[in-house]
């Protein structure tokens, strides 16, 4: 069987190259995406990042990322978005000011909660996720397995049949892995959480 090839969009963010390391070392191809025009070849596609909101959405806009995404979206063919990059596939996010995100799986990003008795912001550290259905992402994952997280922000979905999974962070319970049909996020980064972590992107590739 032909190696499965996985499309990452190159829109500036960093942590690219963990990202193809982790689908490579699971046996994927990696095509690096620089041209929004790129995108209507992807099968499977991925959307890294990390740092702000309002960067991200400005430079996948000012590369025409924004709507090709949505149109791949919109064809039906997996999309992943991965800790920025799931955020990113929300309404609107709320770092320094508001600004409208892919508009992809209905919802919002706001920030960590600062009051957390013995928590930092930024969220460092490894976190279990409670699997809230039974989705294809989670395929041989035992629920509440830990995974890496690196974030200041969260996403807040509209509606309940999106979250697939969910993280505490003190008393706050927030939504760490949402799916909508094709489309897909996970705020923590699998590419980092090591086997557990592999076996997600393992499952992201069998999706059809």
Known sequence: ????????????SS??????????????????????????????????GVGAFPDGMEALVNAGFDKAIQQHATAGKPLLGICLGMQLLLDIGTEM?????????PGKVLALPKDQAHL??????WHPVSQLSDHPLFNS???NEMFYFVHSYYAQTNFTENNIGQTAFGSLMFISVIAKNN????QFHPEKS?????????NFIRLT
């Open 120 to 125: 930092k912001v930024p969220n460092i550290n």
């Open 194 to 202: 090591g086997e557990m972590g592999l076996q997600l992107l393992r």
């Open 183 to 186: 489309i897909m996020g996970t």
């Open 141 to 143: 994952i035992p629920n």
């Open 15 to 48: 942590n690219l190259l963990s990202i193809a390391r982790a689908f490579e070392h699971i046996g994927a191809k990696v095509v690096m995406v620089q041209k929004a025009s790129d995108i209507s070849n992807a099968g499977h596609l991925v959307l890294p």
């Open 97 to 105: 000011h508001e600004v409208k995100g892919l508009e992809l799986i």
């Open 1 to 12: 069987m032909s190696a499965k090839t996985i499309h990452i969009i190159d829109y500036g």
